[in-house]
């Protein structure tokens, strides 16, 4: 820790555990050099969890669903549209109750997803940093659908700059490969609009590394202020120089009970497959047929986390019948499964966060991505980053076959290319870590951004 800085910096984040855990982390990156952090969650999420900030004060606004948050919206459209009117009053007295107080809000860090935020943070005289919460290369596939330079629905290969990513049509983010931007097209409207006033924003502020994805930022930064500050995980999984940061502080899903770190301790070294979907992501009956299947034929252990809400979904017997090689829990620490030895790979949806976990924690990843960045995210995992595979659909099913999950899941464990992956897995490992230690990429843009905005 170094000098003290006399800079108060409110923090707000999308209301839900993908978009909050991020943003606290970089708050705590933020306290530890000794800046005063604020973050605003909404009434709701607060009375629904016990959040351990650390140094980081919780503030509240509303997003005018105080008592059953977002499940009581009439829909996503009518929640958001609720939030932005609701919030923005909210938001704005919650930075004048800061000023009464004579500790005054110097810059907002908003969520992407919020860009009504920024507007309210320039009538009150505020600088502002937007947060992406998703990696360096979708933001820049959004942006320029935003543009108009991106037409969807995309059905040819698209490269967005000489030295980028040449994706094919099922590489883009889901909504934009689809004729219909899938089940949620507000959500299309959602990832589209962070670009609506990001002109006035002050920076952009992305949860990536620079090394993860140099041509990406290099590309963004010929129009944009951007600084990447991740991978966003607890410091006790990267450089451990922050105290006591060893967990996130939200977690909106109760801990199964079940001893998960026991059963695991009972394996061999890269015996267990992994299996997580995140806390959105909702399988089909048919890929969860497919799933099950898998499971019950591979010769691999396997835990499996199926959330409460989604455990009707499983085969009648099917915890039973493989009681002696799998474990099903209804959610766990996964910082705390990827770290074990005993974990071989991690069967996952590839949603970011789960992504930049296994890229930190050098876990090799199949990827059976369901929607929206997903599909992006698998591309770079299999052909840029070598540090998985994906397991893919053959027919217009959108479902993924027993045959193709046994066969990727054999490919990562004891395929011909496992040490190769393994290698990769363990050099970015590495590269994360550099990235938030002392002089690392993302530290440095760090401190510049705190003395760029102490000046």
């Keep these: ?115 009504w935020a920024l507007d309210v943070a320039n009538r009150a005289g505020i600088r502002t940093a937007a947060f992406f919460t998703q990696s360096c290369g979708v933001d820049a596939i959004y942006w320029q659908v935003w543009e108009g330079r991106l037409k969807y629905p995309v059905n040819e290969p698209v490269q967005l700059g000489p030295g980028l990513v040449r994706f094919e049509p099922w590489d883009l983010p889901s909504f934009l490969s689809d004729p219909i931007p899938g089940p949620y097209p507000t959500y299309l409207k959602l990832v589209l609009n962070q670009f609506e006033n990001l002109k006035k924003a002050d920076v952009l502020l992305i949860n990536s590394f620079y090394e993860l994805e140099p041509e990406e930022f290099e590309w963004m930064k010929s129009s944009w202020r951007v600084k990447s500050i991740g991978p966003t995980l607890p410091s006790a999984y990267l450089d451990d120089r922050v105290p006591s940061d060893s967990n996130y502080a939200f977690n909106l899903h109760n801990p199964d009970s079940t001893p998960y770190l026991q059963w695991l301790n009972s394996k061999p070294h890269s015996s267990v497959i992994y299996v997580s979907f995140g806390s959105m992501a909702s399988l089909s009956s048919d890929q969860t047929n497919e799933l099950t299947s898998t499971l019950v034929n591979t010769k691999y252990s396997f835990l499996w986390v199926v959330r409460a ?71 770079y995992i299999e052909d840029v980053w070598g540090i998985g595979v994906r397991a893919r659909v053959e027919d217009g099913s959108g479902v993924v076959k027993r045959e193709e999950l046994e066969r990727r899941i054999g490919e990562v464990m004891e395929g011909e290319r496992r040490e190769e992956i393994r290698r990769n897995a363990g050099k970015w490992k590495e590269l994360a870590k550099e990235a938030v230690s002392e002089g690392g990429s993302s530290d440095k843009n760090i401190v510049e951004f705190i003395e760029e905005f102490c000046k």
């Design 1 to 115: 820790m170094g000098q003290k800085y006399e800079l108060h910096v409110l923090l707000l984040p999308y209301p839900s555990q993908g978009h909050i855990n991020p943003m606290l982390q970089f708050a705590k990156r933020l306290s530890f050099h000794n800046i005063q952090t604020s973050m605003a969650i909404t009434r709701f999420i607060s009375n629904s969890t016990r959040p351990e900030p650390g140094p980081v004060s919780i503030v509240h606004i509303s997003d005018g669903f105080d008592e059953n948050g977002f499940s009581s919206a009439p829909s996503i459209e009518g929640y958001l549209t609720r939030f932005e009117s609701i919030g923005s009053e909210t938001l704005t007295d919650l930075i004048e109750l800061f000023r009464s107080k004579e500790n005054p809000v110097q810059i907002l860090v908003y969520d992407a997803f919020l860009p």
């Design 309 to 379: 809400s989604e455990a009707a979904t499983l085969p009648k017997n099917f915890i039973q019948e493989t009681q002696a090689k799998g474990l099903v829990v209804t959610w766990c620490n996964q910082l705390e499964v990827l770290t074990h030895d005993a974990v071989g790979c991690f069967l996952t949806h590839c949603g970011w966060n789960s992504t930049t976990e296994s890229i930190a924690l050098g876990v090799p990843m199949v990827c059976t991505p369901q929607w929206t960045d997903q599909t992006t995210n698998a591309k």
